[in-house]
């Protein structure tokens, strides 16, 4: 996982006088695809491509199901060979596609208001940077880190991506919440120690055990009154 050598979308929007030092910070991270925008026909057309060019008889919804996790797990766990050269004609035409992506209604006026209210932003995606990137500024929100897939650390369902956006903003695991749609991000938070929210609106479902499921971004907005008494924020208390 890696945070994007590039400033965030609207990163230089990010609110810069944080929470006095007897409040400790908290952090809303969020999943991009199903979660921030609603990227299934981008994939779509992608897979499609795939299957034109290399020949590829399997139905999407295969692809689908697996969504959370990194393009090549998926093509390993689907049997598909020359994995690599798939990956290029999907990376390609996705980037090609990405003007169909939409803003998940009412997700970008729902981050704004954490972020008045002194939250960081953050997000944790299985999406390469470069594709994550633009679809990101369409939301023109303060994210303060973006990790995706690289050479540091292991993609979801580990613990890592979530753990290294959390040092990124100095926040402990026990102030943050994770918002995702698949199993690999109900996974990857459980083991990340972090409250996990599943976005009912998303392309997934939750395992077990159950976690609290919201219907629109707008419920993710009683976290801004609900704020539980926590243990002191302890310098270096992440591991």
């Known amino acids: 996982m890696t945070t994007s050598p590039i400033p965030p979308p609207s990163a230089g929007t990010a609110p810069t006088k944080r929470t006095s030092p007897s409040t400790p910070p908290r952090a809303l991270l969020l999943d991009l695809d199903g979660v921030l925008l609603d990227t299934r026909p981008v994939m779509e057309e992608a897979w499609r491509e795939v299957q034109a060019t290399h020949g590829l008889d399997m139905p999407f919804a295969l692809y689908e199901r697996h969504l959370g996790r990194e393009f090549i797990d998926i093509m390993h766990r ?3 060979g020359d994995a690599e050269l798939v990956h290029e004609t999907y990376e390609k035409a996705s980037r090609s596609a990405s003007h169909l992506a939409r803003q998940v209604a009412g ?3 729902v981050l704004h208001a954490f972020a008045a209210a002194d939250w960081w932003l953050g997000v944790v995606t299985s999406k390469p940077l470069d594709r994550a990137a633009p679809l990101l500024a369409q939301l023109s929100c303060p994210f303060a880190t973006v990790r995706t897939p690289s050479s540091v650390g292991r993609a979801k369902p580990a613990p890592d991506p979530i753990l290294l ?3 990124d903003l100095g ?3 026990s102030e ?3 918002v995702g749609d698949m199993a690999v991000d109900q996974e990857s938070a459980a083991r990340a ?3 996990y929210v599943h976005a009912g609106w998303g392309y997934g479902q939750p395992t077990s055990p159950t976690p609290e499921i ?3 971004p707008q419920e993710l907005l009683r976290l801004l009154h609900s704020v539980e008494p926590s243990e002191p924020f302890i310098e270096g208390s992440l591991v």
């Open 171 to 173: 926040v402990d695991p």
């Open 214 to 216: 919201i219907a629109s």
């Open 176 to 178: 943050a919440t994770y």
């Open 165 to 167: 956006a959390l040092i």
């Open 107 to 109: 997700i970008a006026e």
């Open 78 to 80: 689907l049997g598909v």
């Open 193 to 195: 120690g972090v409250a």
